[in-house]
């Protein structure tokens, strides 16, 4: 079983409109949320994180959490071309001796069209 | 300045060689990580690094080692290509206690 689950997509919305990418994770005590950002052919960028339940809005960008429900969500509004990428959302566990170690879903494709 | 740099950038090579992938952060992090990104693009961890530390993930096959020189330096040794080891692999860097990774540029690896 996946530990982390997103929709491959592609997600594809037009220019100005609110894009809308989901995930959910398996593991109750994951206590990190994040959402990187990959471009083809490029490395993850990490865009946002989330700590708690409810929405961190960073410019265009709100990353909701539900632990309840074991769910993450990333909203882009007046989402533009250059937003085209692939999404991946990523959980760690509090308290890892180990650094980060993430747990990645597989990523969402993002198609901003003009 | 890059502040994670791996070498190469590209590397295909014969079933059943032994390569190496070079990584080196400048960030003054002290924990590196390597990355497995497959065709499908699932990111996968391979290696968490502290300097008196490693993690390994349980499902990485011992063909698999890295080797690190000095805090800076994270080396990924592979032996025994297989063809299920071509993919993209990253290292990363961050600081314990902050949770931003900092990706290398990546190193598309390609067994033959």
């Known amino acids: 079983q996946k530990e982390v689950e997103q929709n491959s997509g592609p997600l594809s919305v037009p220019e100005g409109a609110i894009a809308s990418l989901n995930c959910t994770y398996s593991d109750r005590v994951s206590q990190s949320f994040f959402w990187y950002r990959q471009y083809s052919g490029k490395s993850p960028e990490l865009i946002m994180s989330i700590y708690s339940n409810g929405d961190k809005e960073d410019g265009r960008f709100t990353a909701q959490l539900n632990k309840a429900s074991q769910y993450v969500s990333l909203l882009i509004r007046d989402s533009q071309p250059s937003d085209s990428a692939t999404y991946l959302c990523?959980?760690?566990?509090?308290?890892?001796?180990?650094?980060?170690?993430?747990?990645f879903g597989g990523g969402t494709r993002l198609m901003v069209k003009p | 300045d890059t502040a994670v740099s791996q070498t190469p950038k590209y590397l295909v090579t014969q079933m059943g060689n032994d390569k190496s992938i070079k990584c080196e952060q400048n960030?003054?992090?002290?924990?590196m990580y390597w990355y497995k990104q497959d065709s499908k693009k699932f990111l996968k961890i391979m290696f968490s690094y502290n300097n008196k530390e490693l993690i390994i993930n349980e499902t990485v096959p011992n063909r698999f080692s890295p080797k690190s020189p000095d805090k800076a330096h994270l080396n990924l040794h592979i032996n025994s290509l297989e063809l299920g080891d071509s993919a993209v692999y990253f290292c990363?860097?961050?600081?314990?206690?902050?949770?931003?990774?900092?990706f290398g540029s990546g190193t598309q690896l390609s067994v033959l």
């Open positions: 990363a860097s961050s600081q314990r206690g902050r949770e931003k990774l900092f």
């Open positions: 960030l003054g992090h002290d924990t």
């Open positions: 990523a959980v760690n566990i509090e308290g890892s001796n180990a650094g980060n170690m993430l747990t």
